[in-house]
């Protein structure tokens, strides 16, 4: 809330046809947890790695997540 003006007066305003703002709502309710732990991880090509390998690692979590890794 409160941006619109920005948007329309900045550079990119003319991509903006109709702002409207609003209320982002339930954010509130996000859960973190401490004890996620590495269940698998893979390279770029779908190789499985024993551990951080130099590069893009894939790394698959005990509660479902998947991310993108960078190891130098």
């Known amino acids: 809330m ?7 007066l ?3 305003g003319d ?3 109709n702002i409207v703002e609003f209320d982002a709502t339930g954010i509130d309710k996000t859960t973190t947890s401490t004890d ?3 269940v ?3 390279s770029v090509n779908g ?3 024993v551990g951080p390998t130099k590069g893009l690692n ?3 979590y005990s509660d479902g997540s998947v991310k993108k890794v960078v190891v130098q």
């Open 15 to 17: 991509y903006f046809e």
């Open 2 to 8: 409160g941006t619109r003006d920005d948007y329309w």
């Open 40 to 42: 698998a991880r893979y």
């Open 58 to 60: 894939i790394v698959k």
């Open 10 to 12: 900045s550079l990119f």
């Open 47 to 49: 190789q499985r790695l």
């Open 36 to 38: 996620v732990e590495e």
